[in-house]
């Protein structure tokens, strides 16, 4: 089973950029899809953003101009970049990746993200 590891969370104002990492137990090149979902309180978790092996990136039309995701240096690691922050991106946010093999999917745990002035 693959881990995935969330860090980068926080508090900001409005307007303000915060950056996610997602740290996986094994390389990226195990996965076809990996991305990120978020959840807010009473909702259910909605997808955000995926990159997928072929180097395509989708995001929500809620995020799509702030939010960008990116690969890391390092062979398992990848980023969320949330800039113009609102309020309403307060929720925790998941990472995500699916694999190759089975379409095995593996969450991270979640990391808290909370806009308010």
């Known amino acids: 089973q693959v881990q995935l590891v969330e860090s980068g969370g926080g508090r900001v104002q409005p307007g303000g950029s915060l950056r996610l990492s997602c740290a996986a137990s094994?390389?990226?090149?195990?996965?076809?899809?990996m991305g990120w979902y978020r959840q807010a309180p009473g909702k259910q978790r909605e997808f955000v953003a995926t990159?997928?092996?072929?180097?395509?990136?989708n995001y929500a039309d809620s995020v799509k101009g702030r939010f960008t995701l990116s690969r890391g240096n390092a062979k398992n690691t990848w980023y969320l970049q949330m800039d113009s922050l609102k309020p309403e991106d307060t929720a925790v946010y998941y990472c995500?990746?699916?694999?190759?093999?089975?379409?095995?999917?593996?969450w991270g745990q979640g990391t808290q993200v909370t806009v308010s002035s």
């Open positions: 990159l997928l092996s072929t180097a395509i990136t």
């Open positions: 094994a390389s990226i090149s195990g996965f076809y899809a």
């Open positions: 995500n990746a699916v694999q190759w093999v089975l379409s095995k999917e593996s």
